[in-house]
């Protein structure tokens, strides 16, 4: 297979301060930078630099988003593994698929993306079948995640944590946990979508308890049933 059909082809670029983070989550992707920037005062003294980061939590929290941002403030380019086209029927196919990825990241020094990681990382479980091509697709896993360069980083995305194999789960330096996001940053999040367009349809009514992601999907479905309504109505004004 072609190492371009393992490769979703993304090339958003997203700044950190686009990024809905809390202050504790701020504060630990901020550090990681940081490392990168005083990588040789760190090496001096013998202080490894975090490559390996898990990013958990709930769907549509900000995880993808911040893989982005963070390849985007290290400028690196980033590699987002396409699952799609990774596995395959035999253990050993999808483990010589995956090891390409890696490789061709770690080649260019980038950003390696494994997003629903559990897909790949598993824990195994009581099938005897299973458990034995499991452990095979653990093991190389383990064994490219040890060995992916210094100078790369490889982050991993997840909605069930509880279930990647104990083995994996210790590889990872830093995991940073995305939780639902509260009130206050749910308005800030509306706000900043909210200001792109006029005033006569961005006032909608704002839910809460619910994932960006649910969030950006809802209101733009509110402000275009508020533009359609003005335009089949004929009160239609746009700003100048």
């Known amino acids: 297979m072609n190492i371009f059909d393992l490769i979703i082809n993304d090339k958003e670029v997203v700044a950190l301060d686009d990024v809905f983070l809390d202050e504790e ?114 093991t190389s896993l383990i064994q490219l995640i040890d060995y992916y360069p210094k100078n790369a980083i490889l982050i991993g995305a997840t909605n069930y944590p509880e279930i990647i194999d104990h083995a994996l789960m210790r590889r990872f330096q830093l995991r940073i946990d995305f939780r639902m996001p509260p009130a206050d940053m749910l308005d800030a999040y509306y706000d900043k979508l909210l200001a792109a367009f006029p005033a006569a349809i961005r006032d909608i009514g704002r839910i809460y308890d619910i994932s960006f992601a649910e969030a950006k999907d809802y209101a733009f479905t509110e402000v275009k049933a508020r533009l359609i309504a003005q335009l089949e109505a004929g009160t239609w004004v746009p700003e100048a």
């Open 25 to 138: 989550n701020q504060h630990t992707i901020q550090q990681l930078i940081k490392e990168y920037r005083y990588v040789d005062e760190l090496s001096h003294y013998g202080l490894p630099v975090n490559n390996k980061v898990l990013l958990y939590g709930k769907s549509g929290c900000g995880k993808t988003t911040a893989a982005k941002a963070i390849a985007h403030s290290l400028g690196k380019s980033i590699h987002i593994l396409n699952l799609s086209n990774i596995v395959c029927a035999k253990i050993g196919e999808t483990s010589h698929n995956i090891k390409m990825v890696f490789d061709k990241a770690g080649r260019e020094k980038s950003v390696l993306f494994l997003d629903e990681f559990d897909h790949i990382g598993k824990a195994r479980d009581n099938d005897e079948k299973e458990v034995g091509e499991m452990k095979r697709l653990v």
